[in-house]
């Protein structure tokens, strides 16, 4: 072949090439996170929902955040209104907030959507021969050291352990705890009559439980021991006991029903272990991590880490076990959990009726979020 022939073709490549490398430039992902404010037509189907109902989850968040400088303003607005209709609950988050896309990693915009619940469970004060599984309060032997009381960079990040001598060791796991109920000897609430039972509530941090007169009274979330949450669900995949897309709170609670021994060491595989409070009044639903009342299928949990508590996020995803029904909404960031890690991650709460349990315990659906976050933040970046 000529040299003209090879002159050419090199730079044939080298054009390429650039071209290439412009192309990949051009569509770099967005980095994970909160992305640029965009515009409310940008905004997945905004004008569909029914934003009155999302009011109360606002004045619940408000109830937190008054005195905050982004939202002070926003706080006197909303109290100012009583009852409004869709249309002025829309035009009312249009006018204090403004939309932001969120991103995983690799600039992915969609994550998992899952759901939790309140579950009625049942009861006694005393112990016997059907209430023999300890539903515990927080005890004092439970250590929290702040972090970011000696390094400001690590505020919120808490650690938890117990005073061993003059050294403090971790906390007793799962595993421990169920081994030996003499290690929180005193510290117990009520009694249960179903371990399984016991440890879904683990799992969803409040629930109702009926005690044997038939009075019923709620439990909130405590605290808990500072191990790190692990599913059992993906546990049971990892051992081929169940597929990947079996796995439901059904499909778990059944399989620890057919294999009671077995049962035994897969729960103590989750070393996560959650201390809880009697909440005297359970009409008045669970209160959140923002220590703000849960509004059903309106209060998700989220990863602290990137979304501050309170705030309004869009949320799209669809209803659970129905790809084709959409369920785009208004939500707050009004509680966390163990298992919710990640950018593009939320938990919906949806309440503590039998539809509730239904719709939390089989929803896994993929779903993006856009956090409204308030103009006055926006302006003082």
Avoid at 89 to 105: D, I, L, M, N
Avoid at 114 to 124: A, D, I, K, V
Avoid at 258 to 264: G, I, L, R, S, T
């Amino acid at each position: 072949m000529s040299a003209h022939y090879w002159n050419l073709l090199r730079l044939i490549l080298l054009a390429s090439a650039t071209l290439l490398l412009g192309a990949c430039a051009l569509f770099k992902p967005p980095q994970p996170g909160i992305g640029k404010v965009l515009s409310w037509d940008k905004v997945d189907d905004w004008q569909t929902d029914r934003h009155a109902e999302a009011w109360p989850a606002l004045l619940h968040s408000c109830a937190a955040l008054a005195k905050k400088a982004d939202w002070q303003q926003i706080c006197q607005a909303a109290t100012g209104i009583e009852n409004p209709d869709d249309l002025l609950a829309r035009q009312f988050f249009e006018k204090w907030f403004t939309p932001h896309p969120v991103y995983g990693a690799g600039g992915k915009p969609t994550g998992l959507i899952t759901g939790y619940y309140e579950p009625l469970l049942f009861g006694s004060f005393e112990p016997d021969q059907r209430f023999r599984y300890p539903l515990y309060g927080r005890p004092d032997s439970l250590l929290i050291i702040d972090l970011g009381d000696r390094f400001p960079e690590l505020k919120n990040q808490r650690l938890r352990g117990r005073l061993v001598g003059d050294k403090v060791m971790p906390y007793f796991s799962r595993a421990e705890i169920d081994a030996d109920q003499t290690i929180l000897e005193g510290n117990e609430l009520l009694w249960l009559d179903d371990r399984d039972a016991l440890f879904f509530l683990h799992i969803q941090g409040s629930g109702r439980v009926q005690l044997p007169d038939g009075r019923v009274i709620g439990v909130g979330y405590a605290d808990q021991n500072g191990h790190v949450y692990r599913s059992i669900g993906k546990i049971l995949v990892e051992r081929g006991a169940l597929a990947l897309d079996e796995v439901t709170l059904f499909t778990i609670r059944e399989w620890l029903r057919m294999h009671p021994e077995e049962a035994v060491e897969l729960l103590g595989q989750n070393p996560s272990y959650v201390f809880f409070v009697l909440r005297e009044d359970p009409g008045q639903g669970p209160v959140g991590s923002m220590n703000v009342p849960l509004t059903p299928v309106r209060s998700i949990a989220i990863d602290p880490k990137l979304v501050s508590l309170g705030v309004p996020i869009w949320l799209s995803t669809h209803y659970p076990g129905n790809p084709d029904q959409p369920m785009k909404r208004l939500v707050f960031a009004q509680d966390t959990g163990g298992a919710i890690k990640g950018n593009v991650r939320a938990d919906v709460f949806w309440g503590h009726d039998n539809n509730a349990e239904q719709a939390a315990g089989t929803m896994k659906s993929p779903g993006s979020l856009f956090v409204l976050l308030p103009r006055q933040h926006n302006l003082q970046q």
